[in-house]
């Protein structure tokens, strides 16, 4: 039996992670779930956007799953979600992008990776005034940072027999920055004599994955370029509510969708609860348990073969629960 810290979140977050639980139920994962409330309604009660039981709960059992939580823009308060990677270090962030069953979308068999930095650049908010017309962002990138995520990248296309990691930075422009995360990659390319090591830079890949998608299976970048590319990419495959993503550190990872809290469809019962219960699948795969993971997403898979089960963000007009209950029947 696997025990698990789920982290509610906000927004739709609670209807998600509901309709995860209800399948992983269904499937009869071997998991305990630990749940906490997290994020704004837990702010408004106790002052704080996390409990220390939740953090308690979380270093104990080593893996947790989360709904996405709010961060307002522009106000003092900082991201709950960068807080957390930064606390335990949650180094690596991987984000796959399937098509997946008939979901209309501009292109097909898309497979790429995304290993995306997750501790360091301009999301560490080294920010400041420096006077009242202008505001100052420090990034900072480390051999340390860049060699881990690098090796991370490497040995997953090993694992995969991915013949190519494409490496994304800005390093004509940022040479000291992007300069040493691109230099960290060819040396730790070098000890994978078996892997191209291709040198893209972000805005020539921003073009070439809307016009050549097929041509990447792994990217490896920094954590502002990863972040946007990962949505872009959610685009090529048919949307945010797809995509699923596991933050990775050496004694704790962390599972939640690329996408946010959606206040737009918040309590509605229309979420799209893919990219949650794939990152269910994510968590399955890292706790060993392979065989269950792979079940839950070929009835994914099968749900979304079927154009009567999509929900309103694919064209359709199922509700999460509707959604979850198909998934179920297809296990
Ligand atoms: P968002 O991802 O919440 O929503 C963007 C659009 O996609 C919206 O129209 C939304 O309705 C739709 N969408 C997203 N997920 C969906 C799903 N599962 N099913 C159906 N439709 C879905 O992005 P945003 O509006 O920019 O951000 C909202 C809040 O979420 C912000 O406070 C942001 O900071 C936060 N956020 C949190 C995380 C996280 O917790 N890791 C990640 C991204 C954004």
Redesign the pocket.
């Known amino acids: 039996m696997h025990r698990v810290t789920m982290l509610e ?5 609670v209807e ?1 992670c509901a309709s995860l639980r209800k399948v992983f139920r269904a499937a009869e994962v071997n998991i305990q779930w630990d749940i906490y409330q997290t994020g704004e309604k837990h702010f408004e009660k106790h002052g704080e956007l996390i409990s220390d039981d939740c953090f308690n709960s979380l270093e104990k059992n080593k893996v947790g799953i ?8 522009g106000t003092g308060f900082r ?3 960068v807080f957390l990677r930064k606390k335990y270090d949650l180094f690596a962030n991987v984000r796959p992008v399937k098509s997946l069953g008939k979901i209309d979308s501009k292109f097909e068999n898309i497979d790429i990776t995304i290993f995306r930095e997750n501790t360091e650049d301009l999301y560490q908010g080294i920010e400041e005034m420096e006077d009242e017309n202008t505001a100052k962002s420090i990034k900072i990138i480390t051999r340390k940072g860049s060699e881990r995520i690098a090796k991370e990248a490497f040995e997953f296309a090993k694992k995969n027999n991915i013949e190519k990691v494409t490496v994304v930075t800005k390093a004509n422009i940022m040479k000291f920055t992007d300069g040493l995360f691109l230099e960290v990659a060819r040396e730790v390319a070098k000890n994978y004599p078996g892997i191209k090591l291709e040198e893209v830079l972000v805005d020539n890949m921003a073009m070439q994955l809307v016009m050549y998608p097929e041509r990447y299976k792994l990217i490896l970048t920094e954590n502002l370029y990863g972040d946007i590319l990962s ?1 872009l990419c959610a685009g090529l495959v048919g ?4 995509i699923p ?1 596991a933050n990775i550190g050496k004694d704790i990872a962390i599972f ?10 918040a309590g509605k019962n ?7 219960i794939l990152s269910g699948c994510l968590m399955l795969e890292y706790l060993g348990e392979i065989e269950a993971a792979t079940r839950i997403k070929n009835a994914v898979d099968k749900t979304l073969s079927d154009k009567n089960n999509f ?3 694919l064209g359709g007009n199922k509700s999460t629960e509707e959604f979850t209950d198909a998934i179920i029947s297809n296990l």
Do not use: F, Q, Y
């Open positions: 979140g906000d927004g739709i977050g998600i989360k709904g996405p939580m709010t961060t307002p823009i991201s709950a979600n949505d949307g945010l509510g797809l993503g939640e969708p690329v996408h946010g809290s959606a206040p737009d469809i229309i979420a799209n609860p893919t990219a949650l929900t309103r963000d």
